[in-house]
């Protein structure tokens, strides 16, 4: 298989943007829950998946998922080297979502995904969450 990177130096690339849009994604949600005063929340708590924020006393949890690792059906692409890699490495992303999504549900919990994407609008990402709220509070 040609590649332009070798084996090693591929993961170190993956590695890189993994945790380079993880971060700054986690920390746009940080400054908004800071603005809004939500507070209540957990970092990296022990679940499946291991989301980025939890809310135990609600039962709630929430990803932020980057637009090229989760698949964003706006931003979501396949590069244009190693294409079938990238599919299969892809699809698998999504479909360990799903998978993440059905346990935590299975054990009573709410699943909130956020966009990468839908940090550039923080008032978008108030509604989805307060609505969240409202709903979990309702029952
Ligand atoms: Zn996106």
Redesign the pocket.
Known sequence: MSDVFSKQKRSEVMAHIHSCDNKSTEQALLRIFRTHHISGWRRHQLLPGKPDFTFRNIKLVIFVDG?FWHG?????RIPKTNQKYWRAKLDANKARDRKINRELMRKGWHVLRI????MRSPDKIIHKITAALDMIHKK
């Open positions: 637009c964003c059906p706006k931003h979501g966009w990468e994407h839908e």
